[in-house]
């Protein structure tokens, strides 16, 4: 059975890198394009690389006919998708790639975006989409929040050794490296190649990015008590890409015990062998994850690194992984597609 | 059926691009990596972007038993592709990545290449590998040469010029622009990222560039008599991608409609719209071509540009081409991913 | 004596490149910065890089008082420069390194920038800013239009080649690579990171690109009869640089001849010995333009090829030479830094 | 009185740094520029980019009348530096930007280097070349050790608070990002553009990185006991810059007041407003060194950013500003140029 699908946003990153990887999907189709600033547009005049693709002419969300999908990937700005998704049918599969419905706490959400929450009874539906995790859960979802970027990186590295109990909870830095498309292709004068190119910097520094509620939520949930990291993202020259570097105290032997246990039979982790560091060429444009875990010289900490492209794994990969999910689909369908090196 | 692939040549660009390739072809499976400089390792430790794959260990080229492979790629160094071929089983079906075989006169190869051909017996057997032009000998070939990255870029854009006979044949100039990995992984200071980044540059200036020995042959048997063109490559600070830049003389629309004649049912190869120009990020990974036509100010001038990947369709995408018509396969098969962009 | 210097625009890219070359100049002292959006913030806070620099706050035009002022950089948007000099004082001495005053026709101007001229007096008596051929000009001048970037590079490369007469005025084409910085600080697309990096592409295919109107212009003056080339830009992955391959028809010999006879004693133009080509990389942050010529293995045919830093001496390094000399001051004063490199 | 400059190793990227410095320095002259495996090239040659200046040729060490020179530079690698400083007049006064003379115990240096030292008797009589702390014994000194670019980046981040008492000394952590300019112009495959750009990664981790051993000497040194902190660099997809990122815990309005204290009349030191970070594009090509410090979210703890471009005041600018002390020159002389951006 092939399964018609909708893609609203999809003149961004995250819903052009959803088109890539749904062309090439055996049991999917796409059935509705959905960009509000580009309807009456084709897909290759907002996006080139896929002239070769035969689909649909982008819309509004309004002249989509929604009782024909399957289901629906917003790739919306956060608060826009919140007001979105209460709109459209309440039977609807969707997966948000949003921050909207990422927080389970309203709370939490007004923190730290700032604005009160336009739709709390889907908040509370939904699902946190860390496949890995929370696989039964979003298999039997509705509607699954596509978790942020840095947010999976740094759960794939730390949510393993909080479970074992072979860290301290209370000594946890994350110093993460991120390339540019995480930041979408909005118009900033950071963003602009001229200010980044042969540059970099650290930003958000002292605990003020997002994704902290995240980390926040899903390390306290596991450990069963509130679990604060550092967490210091850097903007560099690069495309595509996430490098975490995490510092940590714990027997590293243990550490990586903990990691390789937990993803031995997981298709898009890989554990390296101890003592190597992964690097984000390594994965670039797949749905991989590569963590690898170094002893530190000083006893008693140890390094653990994890690197996946923003894009794929971080984003629009976890998205269709979850729903392969949720359509009963078998879920590394249209996701093993090697990495792009050089 | 599946085929049993060997790789010649894995631990270089080409060699790992076929990997990549390969790994999701439904019809093909690799049986043995040949590389003698890194015999013993796995592909993990050579190519960690490969990890995830189950491949054979590197072995060296004599260590491989022929008898059980379908097809093998070469991506050999030039010189050192014919001595090993002139070695293999006779019937043994190849597609060779390397120039060693593109020059169907010995006198023209020792004139670029700067050494007598040590397996002449062989490149008289051998087809030209540019797809859409050779596909009825290369689907019979037991040997096919693969072309010169730039040499298929330049070809895709004027042959069907030539054919038609809408360009002035003497007034023909190829203002390439290569991205460094069509270099290869060879240590050079050229090539170092503190050497390249931030910089360009034209080299081969002046017509002493190999790859001008395939115009030279292919525009003059096109042609039937000689064509000599102008032909600049440059090194941008990138790490994929050809752009060609050609200047013809001829009625613009003319050279449009016959490049849109010429591929109109091609599946690899797509003519913009008249008046539109390409980008290599709008192939980058992928197999296609893009090619566009724009009219000069000046009355009886055209500009005609082309865009591909040089490791995808400009080589080991195109080997793959070669290899699905000579086993027999849907020539798309494994190639028809969509480019990564960003 | 040191001279009083106000920048107006000092919150783009030229404006920048103009402060960090007017820091280290020994006669010249900054007293006033123009920025009317970015009016009371402090150099660093518009540009850190400058913040180890005592500078004066930003202002508003009006803000300024020009009765002080010796000599003023206009480094505005074109259309805005010619209304904003159109209102200061009729006997400053002003560089102006925008588009507005560079085309002696104003329907020259009004074809190529598609508006009326709005302060055709002071075009006439602008003197055009290319110092190596209008020296006397400039020195005497009120008021320097400043070249485009890339029209500067192509007259250094083909202005001393109509004068000596060896090249075939009808068959010159000028394919320019050029860096990102050139087209500004504006918040566009296709100047993102993500879009640029790893991509080029050429643009302002045909003849259609704005600089053609100075080589119009100027080569049609130089021959004495009008003189059209053809000239095809391309966006590079690069912060700084421009690099020009032309192709020419004429004697390389005498052509390489002509154009070290023309530079013989110019400090910034330095041409290669013969079958030489020069880089981006060796000119970047400097004012100095290397010219290299090789001869085309099709006889009677050569390749000139031009490199320059943009922002450097295609715009504010060639701004400060011009004012040296509008000011007396020896001509290279503050501009023979070395380049960056690596 | 202009002093009659040497450099060794002028064929390398920090011996082109010098040479860029100091061809603007009004008290110094290039007198002999050696280089083996160059000599008899001209710098042109080997460094077009400095091409316009007038130099002597390179030689070969031993043809060097090393009489005639007031102070040499040796840019070697290290273990060779420390044969060729052996050999050289014993009252010459030289700055060695190699690792040689920067351990003071030899058991220390053959520790991290892997070797014994070969001249013993001169580490003994080198000063550790950081500047802003050694200023009085390198004004004195007749050998000087260049140190670590890494090493002085956590350096100026960290001594001070040290001094201070405002941080607890057994958690520091200094996660660096380098760009590749650092590693040198050797030929390593990981060097390569095709492997470096659109990828990043760490290397050395847990506490294998050489510049360890300036850590552990300096900081135990200031602290009057052992101090170890935890050091992590980072290859980043850029030619120049070092980003390095301190966690530490103490009060951050403490720490930052210690380092405004500290720096207040520094010149090339900028401590940023509290709350703000730096970026390595500010400080390229100069001589600057930028620190912000910012309060986490976490009390008690601060995380301490400096930036600053390794081959400049990382290596060849810091140089050159011990130079100028050891002649009786002004410190800053030579060293003021602005960043260059973008």
Redesign the interface.
Known sequence: MTYSIAILGASG?TG?EL??LI??HPDMTITALGANSKAGLSIAQV???????TLPTLVTIDQIDFAKIDLCFCALPHKTSQEVIAKLPQDLKIVDLSADFRLRDPAAYEQWYGNPHAAIDHQAEAVYGLTEFYRDEITAARLVAGTGCNAATGQFMVRPLITAGVIDLDEI?L?L?CA??GAG?S???N?????????????A????HRH?GEFDQEFSAVAGRPV?V?F?P?L??????I?A?G?VKGDAQAIHAALAACYASEPFI?VLPF?E??????????N?C?I?V?????PG?A?V?G?LDN?TKGSSGQALQNANLMLGIQETTGL???????
């Open positions: 990153y052009a088109i890539r062309a090439d996006f080139p690389h896929l002239r070769h693709l830095i110093d490296k540019v498309s292709r118009l900033k004068e963003l602009l190649h001229a200010e980044l190119s042969e540059g970099y910097h650290a930003y520094v002292g605990g003020t902290l604060k550092q210091t850097h560099v020259p690069a495309n595509r890409g490098l570097t510092y890989e003592g560091a992964p690097s984000t060429r390594h994965v670039r444009g797949s991989f590569h690898g170094v002893a530190d010289r000083l900490r390094i690194v690197a894009l093993m597609m090697a990495p792009l090196f050089p």
